[in-house]
């Protein structure tokens, strides 16, 4: 790759990518740039030089799990996200920087500061959180530089840390609560101590290969009395066990060489334990416990022999005990119940944190989905929060003034100044989780998507001014967990979205007007059974036409107000699946076929796939075909091609059985056969989704655990796409059937937008036409706007426009003896040229829209010529910025010309 730069100035209009990865200051109006030449010798260089743009929204932002804060500096924060990876502000949360970014994951569990050295941070990775989307780390990460630099210090597999305790009187020896795999038991889980600062790590409490730890704290004043929970859980797919004897609550006098197990906290099945000491009185501690035992009434009832008491107890509320607090009065040597009705979260195992007030040892908090608090040492307690979003997991008190604390939860990071009567929410933390995405064909357009717990977003691809696009462009259309949404093609204020397991809904974005049309079992026939995130697909060939999936396949000729079912049961229907408290056996993706309507592929949770050629009427499962080591996988996407009708895209995830390779196959031939095409991808990182560029046949995209890769081959080899994407879960990816824009929907960092223009065109038959000028996109302006006062201030984030200036992308199959690049008004006057380089190439200029100065090469001469340059300095309003209208971009190569229109608008 070449560079080469020319001067000036810039207008605030923008046409065709982001290619050359020019970058500028979120918060205010467009920068002048510099025109700009770039050559790229390949495919693969353009690939990994692309520059991806972040668009929010923030208003919704995403789960945090911790929030830690300086104890030398109160105006330095930590935010970990549960997907995201880790924040930091020094202003008290005017600004936060990503500080994570660059580490081998942005799944979180846990910061811990040093007490005697504030610059020490340690981070836990992997989410506690036991959700579907709680993605697992690599380990325990070190900086001694206040975040600037990480070291990973170890404990790779522990997969989930649950706490980190650092010793006050020696920043060396440092507790982890390492949780261990979440679906499936392995040996490195249980109590981790390091004497010697994370060079080496010793086992100091462990159950057994099923059995975790998830908190711990060290009593204050005394570091050789430690609390430690153990915690007994294992998700699948289909199931979550949340409880059982090996969960309880474990004492160490000694610094964590012995334990004894606390008689006084109940056995059986016991949930998630959560615990901490009260910093003023360091002999008093609390435990949150989620008993999942049945209830004496609901004990006797099972075993009066109703028969039904075991699946009631399992999946129905108010059938266990719940939510317990303990109190002891001794650091942990004994316990006493004092709570009188059920406290904590439903369900336990997402919840499991208690603090204690600075100042006060009966002030006492318990985050669940309400945030609760007691004032009477844990026998009553009030709800508060209100006016935040709900189920919470972080919490801080300033030591200095407890009215001041901070709270983490699904819905972002909060502050309240008055004890939690009333919250300031931070609007400035990109932590979107998001499960899929879709566009509209608005101009600009805008896009789509479901959330994790935060309902269903739009948001516009650029701003409506030159500052960006701003929290109050981002609007929420529909509640719940969201997941697809869908936009009628032909109609864009109509929009598809839904909520979990098939909370489907259509909603009028004139009116707000949403109606519920999910399909609903006839009378006698079975209920459906809908995944957690159902796909709906709007057919290709009618916008009217709508599939969606359940255990059935479902289609609707009228948007969703009447729905037959064109297929059987299309899962395994395995029983004991179906015995779980998690919906499966459930279709998961569908893809209808752009050339010929009624073929149609579905994948399912269960790892069936199968095909219809004639719109339901007869179906083939092609799992015969699959090869062994992807059958039963959650099928993750089904993408059919746009260019080959029996060419099909397949992408599986094995993380929810503990593997964690890519899996991403093709057929050429409707299933008979298929073909792994994962190539060169990383080991590590499960695919998502599969996508296929609408115009380039050759050109693929695979959205990962750990970002976005590209494949200008069709998979026969990849590369990372771009830069400033972090290596974060991105679910879903659009390819934008207008623009030339790749949208992806990241689980933790919100939506982006990377332009990949040059990758469609550079193509075989592009390269073999020897030299071709692809035409450039239309240039909107972007006017100033208001300045909104004092209103935009620090805390004001934006996400930035697309680069201002036109660009233009020249393909040259080899190298020329000359060749240029012009831009040319309708009197035929030259306004710039560019000389390019005699290199074969993919040439990229980018111009700031000034035109050259008079006398410039390329114009005409005479009397004609200076009337016609009159005549268009009059169109031009005599500025030399250039004006609305429409323009002709030249390439001219060796004497062979090549014309597109360049409209400005």
Not at 311 to 333: C, F, H, L, P, S
Not at 467 to 493: L, Q
Not at 576 to 587: E, F, M, R, S
Request: hydrophobic residues 35%; aromatic residues 8%.
């Amino acid at each position: 790759m070449r560079l080469c730069t020319f001067a000036v100035s810039v207008a605030a209009m923008v046409v065709c990518a982001d290619l050359a990865a020019r970058q500028r200051p979120r918060g205010g109006p467009q920068q002048r740039s510099r025109d700009t030449v770039t050559i790229y010798v390949s495919p693969d260089d353009l690939t990994t030089d692309l520059a991806w743009r972040e668009i929010g929204p923030v208003a919704v932002s995403g789960r945090v799990v911790d929030v830690e804060v300086d104890p030398e500096d109160h105006r330095v924060w930590y935010v970990a996200s549960a997907s995201g990876g880790l924040f930091k502000t020094t202003t008290r949360g005017l600004k936060f920087s990503p500080i994570f970014d660059s580490e081998g994951t942005t799944s979180l569990g846990d910061i811990a500061i040093d007490p005697s050295n504030s610059k020490t941070i340690w981070l836990g990775t992997g989410e506690a959180n036991n959700q579907r989307s709680s993605y697992w780390g690599d380990g325990v990460y070190k900086s001694v530089d206040a975040g600037k630099t990480w070291k990973n210090t170890g404990l790779p597999a522990s997969h989930h840390i649950g706490r980190i305790v650092v010793d006050p009187s020696d920043g060396n020896r440092v507790f982890v609560a390492a949780l261990g795999h979440l679906y499936s038991p392995n040996p490195e889980r249980g109590l981790y101590r390091t004497t010697d600062g994370g060079k080496s790590w010793e086992l100091v409490l462990k159950v057994n290969a099923d059995v975790g730890v998830v908190d711990v704290a060290m009593q204050p004043g005394n570091s050789k009395v430690l609390l430690a929970a153990t915690y007994e859980r294992r998700r699948r797919a289909w199931h979550f066990d949340g409880a059982g004897p090996g969960s309880g609550l474990w004492r160490s006098s000694d610094g964590g060489d012995t334990w004894k197990r606390a008689k006084d906290i109940p056995g059986g099945e016991i949930g998630r334990i959560g615990v901490a000491f009260a910093p003023s009185s360091p002999a008093i501690a609390y435990a949150t416990v989620e008993n999942g035992n049945l209830t004496a009434a609901r004990r006797a009832r099972t075993e009066g022999g109703s028969g039904r008491g075991e699946q009631q107890g399992r999946r129905g509320r108010g059938r266990t005990i719940g939510g317990e607090i303990y109190r002891t009065e001794d650091a942990g040597k004994t316990w006493k119940k004092v709570n009188r009705t059920r406290v904590g979260g439903t369900p336990g195992y997402y919840y499991g944190q208690i603090r204690v007030d600075t100042k006060s040892a009966d002030e006492v908090w318990v985050m669940g989905v309400p945030l609760v608090v007691s004032k009477d040492g844990g026998k009553t307690f009030r709800s508060t929060g209100r006016r935040v979003h709900v189920d919470h997991h972080a919490f801080w008190t300033d030591p200095s003034d407890p009215d001041h604390v901070l709270l983490g939860n699904d819905g972002g990071l909060c502050e309240s100044f008055d004890n939690g009567q009333t919250w300031i929410h931070f609007e400035n933390l990109p932590i979107g989780q998001f499960y899929a995405i879709g566009v509209d064909s608005a101009a600009p357009y805008r896009v789509y998507g479901g959330t994790q717990d935060n309902g269903t977003w739009g948001v516009p691809s650029s701003g409506p001014t030159s500052r960006g696009i701003r929290v109050e462009d981002g609007y929420k259309i529909s509640g719940g967990d969201g997941f697809y949404a869908c936009v009628d093609p032909e109609d864009p204020n109509t929009v598809y979205a839904e909520s979990q397991f098939g909370g489907l809904r259509r909603v009028d974005l004139r009116t707000m007007a949403s109606k519920s049309i999910k399909p609903r079992a006839r009378r006698g026939e079975s209920a459906y059974r809908f995944n957690w995130s159902s796909p709906i697909l709007i057919s290709p060939h009618n916008h009217a036409t709508i599939w969606f999936g359940g255990n059935k396949l479902f289609k609707s000729l009228n948007r969703g107000d009447t729905w037959r079912a064109v297929s059987d049961d299309l899962t395994t229907q395995d029983e004991a699946k179906l015995k779980g408290n998690v919906p499966h056996c459930t279709i998961t993706t569908i893809a209808e076929s752009p050339t010929r309507p009624g073929l149609v592929w579905v994948g399912t949770d269960d790892g069936e796939v199968w095909l219809t050629p004639d719109d339901g009427r007869t179906w083939k499962n092609l799992n015969e075909a699959l090869p062994k080591s992807v059958r039963k996988l959650w099928v993750s996407r089904v993408e059919a091609s746009r260019f080959a009708e029996g060419r099909c895209y397949i992408s599986f995830t094995g993380y929810r059985e503990d593997r964690f390779e890519p899996l991403v196959l093709v057929t050429e031939d409707y299933g008979l056969s298929f073909r792994s095409i994962a190539g060169n991808l990383p080991k590590q990182g499960s695919v998502n989704v599969v996508c296929e560029d609408p115009r380039n046949a050759d050109l693929l995209f695979v959205g990962t655990e750990f970002g976005v890769w590209g494949s200008t081959t069709r998979g026969g080899t990849w590369h990372r796409l771009g830069k400033g994407l972090p290596r974060v879960p991105v679910h879903d990816l659009v390819v934008h059937p207008r623009e030339t824009d790749l949208i992806a929907g990241t689980h933790g960092r919100g939506m982006w937008i990377i332009d990949v223009c040059g990758l469609e065109h550079w193509n075989q038959e592009a390269t073999a036409s020897g030299s071709t000028l692809i035409e450039p996109r239309t240039v909107r302006s972007f006017p100033r706007g208001p300045d909104g006062g004092y209103t935009s201030g620090a805390r004001r984030w934006t996400a930035p426009n697309p680069a201002p200036g036109a660009m233009f992308c020249a393909l040259l199959a080899s190298a020329p003896k000359k060749a240029a690049l012009r831009v040319v008004d309708a009197s035929g006057s030259t306004l710039k040229e560019f000389d390019l380089e005699a290199e074969a190439g993919l040439h990229v200029v980018t111009w700031n829209l000034v035109r050259s100065g008079g006398g410039g090469r390329g114009q005409r001469g005479g009397r004609f010529g200076r009337m016609m340059r009159q005549v268009g300095r009059r169109f031009t309003g005599g500025s030399r910025t250039l004006q609305s209208g429409t323009y002709r971009v030249e390439l001219e190569v060796d004497g062979k010309k090549s014309v597109r229109p360049l409209v400005v608008k």
